[in-house]
């Protein structure tokens, strides 16, 4: 469920584990926090998830019986979750409106830290893709690397690992640049990619389990 509640997964991937999902009815229903609605939009501010990703999200959390919202919060998170569902009928998501709902949590909620907040979730989401080989290893090594730039926090070895396979891949295009090579030296790069791959995945999938035990217990 919190991989839900943080989007750490598709869309369609976190459906099936809602569907799975077999809560003991005399326990407490799980909280959606202020936090987690805030750092989803800022993720989607920042371009790391889709606005489809975002109203995928909202539907499963609006339909789950499973849910509570954070009591301080609820109307605010209700309304918000409500019209990020039906976006279709609604406003389209895009920047201005996901501005106008941080705006309205600002007033209320802001954590000092929600924008690392955002960044470690994007990271855990990453690992996890890499781990049930949703997305491609070195691009993933990239993107965190990338990600992890951007954050002013401590425990930064976490993701050396990942560092170093971007480092060791900086002379490969990406898929942004392949246009600016000869077939020739892509089709090389291709292979050679695919051969490095085989050799460091078992490292680069312990160092995405480190990272997703280390971020999922700050999250919680």
């Known amino acids: 469920m919190q991989d839900l509640l943080w989007l ?13 999902f077999d809560r003991n009815y005399e326990d407490p229903k799980v909280i959606l926090e202020a936090v987690m609605l805030q750092t989803l939009l800022l993720r989607f501010m920042k371009g790391y998830i889709s606005a489809q990703e975002i ?5 499963l959390v609006e339909c789950s019986e499973d849910l509570e919202y954070e009591a301080a919060y609820a109307e605010q998170i ?5 019209a990020l569902a039906n976006s279709e009928i609604n ?39 890499v781990k049930s080989e949703q997305i491609d290893l070195i ?14 926090s401590s425990n930064l070895e976490l993701l ?8 060791e891949c900086d ?19 291709t292979i050679e990619m695919k051969v490095y791959v085989g050799e460091v995945r078992a490292s680069v999938l312990e160092a995405c389990d480190i990272v997703i035990n280390e971020y999922s217990r700050s999250q919680h």
């Not at 920047?95 to 990271?123: G, H, P, Q, Y």
């Not at 691009?139 to 002013?152: D, E």
């Not at 050396?160 to 480092?167: M, Q």
């Open 8 to 20: 750490r997964g598709r869309s369609a991937q976190l459906s099936k584990g809602l569907a799975t």
């Open 55 to 59: 109203a995928d999200w909202a539907n």
């Open 78 to 82: 209700d309304t918000i979750v409500q």
């Open 91 to 129: 406003n389209p998501i895009d920047k201005d409106l996901c501005t106008e709902f941080l705006t309205w949590l600002e007033n209320k909620c802001l954590k000092a830290n929600v924008d690392e907040i955002a960044i470690k979730s994007e990271i855990l989401r990453l690992c996890i893709l």
């Open 139 to 152: 691009n993933a090594c990239r993107t965190i690397v990338f990600l992890g730039n951007q954050l002013q």
């Open 160 to 167: 050396l690992p990942f560092k170093g396979v971007a480092s």
């Open 171 to 189: 002379a490969y295009p990406t898929s942004t640049s392949n246009h600016l090579f000869s077939r020739d030296y892509v089709e090389k790069s």
